[in-house]
């Protein structure tokens, strides 16, 4: 059964200290992305990476880091430089044929800062 | 920066009532189309793309959606809503390979 896997669901983290959300697809996708999610922005993307050992910042890449050491993997660590990042997260993946091709998304990860 | 821009926050309807939701985007050039679905509960999921071809696209569900070059918009529509429709609906545009945008979204309740 294919698809995108996040964990944890849910995530609760005291002011100060790094938390690391995991992303695993089996779709053998090459490209894979960070979104975060808040109320009435839609998603903005943290990361993208098209291949292992890559990744580019997106719009909103400051207080968090990525890496892509396997092509099934990518996970996102929010730093403690983030200054809110209570949020919703969402990982996805596409083929990379150089055009934009359909993403496809996990079931997200929410973080609550406490 | 290349933006996408969807002009109802919230809406309300009743069944069988008919919906247009509105995208814009500000991209002048060759895009790529999208529309996304948030069910409550559930993962983001492809409702219907344009790439190229008939402007007029048909999706999952009996969601269509116009590309109209002129106007820089790709509008959802569906003729008559179900109580199951109840979601959060997400236009989508991509620019290039990996710069995708989205929209803020829209929430749409679907009244019984």
């Known amino acids: 059964d294919g698809g995108i896997t996040q964990s944890p669901k849910y995530l609760f983290r005291k002011e100060g200290q790094n938390v690391t959300l995991s992303c695993e697809q089996n779709?053998?996708?090459?490209?894979m992305y960070w979104y975060r999610q808040d109320p009435g922005q839609g998603l903005r993307l943290i990361y993208y990476?098209?291949?292992?050992?890559?990744?580019q910042k997106g719009d909103i890449a400051e207080g968090y880091s990525v890496s892509r050491e396997k092509k099934e993997s990518f996970p996102l660590t929010v730093t403690s430089a983030q200054k809110n990042p209570t949020a919703f997260y969402l990982c996805?993946?596409?083929?990379?044929?150089?055009?934009?091709?359909?993403?496809?998304f996990g079931p997200g990860t929410r973080l609550t800062v406490l | 920066a290349q933006s996408v821009s969807q002009h109802n926050h919230h809406v309300i309807l009743s069944e069988a009532a008919s919906l247009e939701l509105g995208c814009n985007y500000s991209?002048?050039?060759?895009?790529?189309l999208f529309w996304y679905v948030q069910y409550p509960g559930q993962h983001l999921q492809l409702l219907l793309k344009?790439?190229?071809?008939?402007?007029l696209v048909k999706g999952i569900k009996g969601f269509e959606a116009e590309f109209i070059k002129s106007k820089f918009s790709f509008n959802l529509r569906k003729p008559s809503v179900q109580w199951s429709d109840t979601a959060e609906y997400f236009c989508?545009?991509?620019?290039?390979?990996?710069?995708?945008?989205f929209g803020a979204g829209t929430r749409l309740t679907v009244k019984p």
């Open positions: 996805a993946s596409s083929t990379f044929s150089g055009r934009a091709n359909e993403q496809f």
């Open positions: 779709l053998n996708h090459d490209a």
């Open positions: 991209y002048g050039g060759t895009v790529n």
């Open positions: 344009y790439f190229s071809g008939d402007p």
């Open positions: 989508a545009v991509s620019y290039n390979n990996n710069d995708m945008r």
């Open positions: 990476s098209q291949i292992v050992n890559d990744f």
